[in-house]
Antibody, heavy 120, light 111 residues
Framework: QVQLVQSGAEVKKPGASVKVSCKAS????????MHWVRQAPGQGLEWMGI????????SYAQKFQGRLTMTRDTSTSTVSMELSSLRSEDTAVYYC?????????????WGQGTLVTVSS | QSALTQPRSVSGSPGQSVTISCTGT?????????VSWYQQHPGKAPKLMIY???KRPSGVPDRFSGSKSGNTASLTISGLQAEDEADYYC???????????FGGGTKLTVL
């Protein structure tokens, strides 16, 4: 069965960077794009970017341009998201979510979420 | 401020129907038939309920249906059940640079 297992919670200081990983299993890793979505405490969902694990194509939401980097390790079927220059507003649960190929920008499987807390 | 506008809350009694609206613009909801809906229970990851405006993934009850008119999409839940109580989010494709835009979410209360 399809599973996306994310790395554990992180606490970071303002200005630091955080890297969250998402290990995929149960399907062909390189055949499905991956998205990252975040959710601040008590708030709604926010799309961050999309990544192609096959060719490395990325597209990031404009507000994260210059701070967000998505990478992959095909040997471990893992995609990662690194966000730099962290500020308190980046405190959120970060989700990886698989793209649903029959459509576009549809998320059919989600990771369990990773809480990133930015605090001095 | 979210890109798509949803009511903050809706409610209904068991067995009734409720409809949640999702209003965008011609650059997102109105421009593409790529609206999806997600259900999120507290502390859980979202779950896909509807995609491409009105299609249901395997395993989603047919009590859930979607539609769209102009720049507004809607999710209708009929025959409300207690387990439907959750937050619901709409999402629309918005082009090859913005990709996904979400609504602010709607809290459904089953009375």
């Amino acid at each position: 069965q399809v599973q996306l297992v994310q790395s554990g919670a992180e606490v970071k200081k303002p200005g630091a960077s955080v890297k969250v990983s998402c290990k995929a299993s149960g399907y062909t890793f390189t055949s499905y794009y991956m998205h990252w979505v975040r959710q601040a405490p008590g708030q709604g969902l926010e799309w961050m970017g999309i990544f192609n694990p096959s060719g490395g194509y990325t597209s990031y939401a404009q507000k994260f341009q210059g701070r967000l980097t998505m990478t992959r390790d095909t040997s471990t079927s893992t995609v990662s998201m690194e966000l730099s220059s962290l500020r308190s507003e980046d405190t959120a649960v970060y989700y990886c979510a698989r793209d649903y190929p029959p459509s576009t920008t549809v998320f059919d499987y989600w990771g369990q979420g990773t809480l990133v807390t930015v605090s001095s | 401020q979210s890109a798509l506008t949803q009511p903050r809350s809706v409610s209904g009694s068991p067995g009734q129907s409720v409809t949640i609206s999702c209003t965008g613009t011609s650059s997102d909801v109105g421009g593409y038939n790529y609206v999806s809906w997600y259900q999120q229970h507290p502390g859980k990851a979202p779950k896909l309920m509807i995609y491409d405006v009105s299609k249901r993934p395997s395993g989603v009850p047919d009590r859930f249906s979607g539609s769209k008119s102009g720049n507004t999409a809607s999710l209708t839940i009929s025959g409300l059940q207690a387990e439907d109580e959750a937050d619901y989010y709409c999402c629309s494709y918005a082009g090859s640079h913005t990709f996904g835009v979400f609504g602010g979410g709607t809290k459904l209360t089953v009375l």
